[in-house]
C-alpha cells in the first residue's frame, strides 16, 4: 500500500502547489486551493516543500466524500464492491486504465494506453470526453481544481483504509 500511497500523497501536494506559489504564504487551504493551475506538468516546488504544503494546506476529505457522491451514481469505491455502470473504483489509482477484471469497457478506454497517475485521474474527472474521445463515461466533469484534488484524495484515502 505504501508503495503507491507515497507517490500519492506527494503528488498531491504536486497538485496543490503547482503554480509555484509559497503554501505558508499563500494563507492556508482555501488560498492555496484557489491557485491550483491548470498546468500540472511544471512543478517547480521541490518534494519536501509538496509534502509540507500536503501537510499545512491539506485536502479537504469531507469536501472529497461531497464530491464522490456524483460518481456513486455510476460507481461504486469499496474494497470487492460490484460494478455497476461504471467499473468498482477500488485500487483505481496507479494502476492501468481499464484493468478492473469482469467489466466490459469501451474500446476507446482499453485503447487509450493510460495508467491512472494523480494527474491523468485528474484530467479524466475534469472532462472525460475530452481525455478520451468515445469512452463511454457520460459524466460533464468536474471543472473546479480544488474539488477534483479532493475527490482524488477521498478515493486514496478510502482505497488506504481498506488495506
Ligand atoms: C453516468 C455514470 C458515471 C458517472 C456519474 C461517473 N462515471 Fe466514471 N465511469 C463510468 C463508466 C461507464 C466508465 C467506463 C468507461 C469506458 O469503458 O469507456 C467509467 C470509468 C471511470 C474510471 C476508469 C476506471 C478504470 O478501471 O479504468 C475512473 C477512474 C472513473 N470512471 C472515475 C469517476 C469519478 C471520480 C467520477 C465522479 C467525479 C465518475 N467516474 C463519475 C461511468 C460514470
Redesign the pocket.
Known amino acids: 500500500m505504501s508503495r503507491i500511497l507515497l507517490p500519492v500523497l506527494a503528488s498531491l501536494a504536486l497538485l496543490a502547489c503547482s503554480d509555484g506559489a509559497d503554501p505558508a504564504a499563500s494563507g492556508g487551504t482555501s488560498a492555496a486551493a484557489q491557485s491550483v493551475s491548470a498546468d500540472l506538468t511544471a512543478p517547480d516546488a521541490a518534494p519536501v516543500e509538496q509534502a509540507v504544503a500536503l501537510a499545512t494546506s491539506g485536502p479537504d476529505l469531507a469536501n472529497g466524500q461531497r464530491?464522490?457522491r456524483?460518481?456513486q451514481?455510476?460507481?461504486t469505491l469499496n474494497e470487492g464492491g460490484r460494478h455497476t455502470?461504471?467499473?468498482n473504483?477500488h485500487d483505481?489509482i496507479g494502476?492501468?486504465?481499464?484493468?478492473?477484471a469482469g467489466?466490459?469497457?469501451?474500446r476507446?478506454?482499453?485503447e487509450a494506453g493510460l495508467t491512472?497517475d494523480l494527474e491523468t485521474?485528474d484530467a479524466?474527472?475534469e472532462n472525460?470526453r475530452e481525455l478520451?474521445p468515445g469512452?463511454?463515461?457520460?459524466?460533464v466533469g468536474?471543472r473546479n481544481a480544488q474539488d477534483r484534488r479532493d475527490?482524488i484524495a477521498y478515493?486514496a484515502a478510502t482505497t488506504a483504509q481498506g488495506d
Not at 469512452?135 to 459524466?139: A, K, L, Q, V
Open positions: 464530491q464522490f456524483r460518481c451514481s455510476c460507481h455502470v461504471g467499473p473504483l483505481v494502476h492501468p486504465a481499464a484493468s478492473a467489466f466490459s469497457y469501451s476507446a478506454l482499453r491512472w485521474l479524466w474527472i472525460p478520451v469512452n463511454r463515461m457520460s459524466f468536474l475527490v478515493m
